[in-house]
Nanobody, 123 residues
Framework: QVQLVESGGGLVQAGGSLRLSCAAS????????MGWFRQAPGKEREFVAG????????YYAHSVKGRFTISRVNAKNTVYLQMNSLKPEDTAVYYC????????????????WGQGTQVTVSL
């Protein structure tokens, strides 16, 4: 079992930056691939970024590539999402997830999910 708690969301103007954090507790953090999803009002939850257990493999959604960076510090049991050049269409609740396999993280079939943190980007 692992518990995930996101933080760092908020209100930011278009073009600004935010860094989301997801702190994990429970089973050994380094044994999980980690990822971020988001869900905007009236839309389905969508994949944003994923990172393998050791950080060697990283994947991004096309819509955020070049603007967002996922990273992890296993010693701190934390995964981050640095979001730059934010756009109004990035407005959503952002969720982190964890799974034994990176494929599960990317496909959204991960075993564990956080409660989400709201990101709002204004014009």
């Amino acid at each position: 079992q692992v518990q995930l708690v996101e933080s760092g969301g908020g209100l930011v103007q278009a073009g600004g930056s935010l860094r989301l954090s997801c702190a994990a507790s429970g089973r050994t953090f380094s044994s999980y691939a980690m990822g971020w999803f988001r869900q905007a009002p009236g839309k389905e939850r969508e994949f944003v970024a994923g990172i393998s257990r050791g950080g060697n493999s990283i994947y991004y959604a096309h819509s955020v590539k070049g603007r967002f960076t996922i990273s992890r510090v296993n010693a701190k049991n934390t995964v981050y999402l640095q979001m730059n050049s934010l756009k109004p269409e990035d407005t959503a609740v952002y969720y982190c997830n964890a799974d034994d396999e990176l494929e599960g993280v990317i496909k959204g079939s991960a075993d564990y999910w956080g409660q989400g943190t709201q990101v709002t980007v204004s014009l």
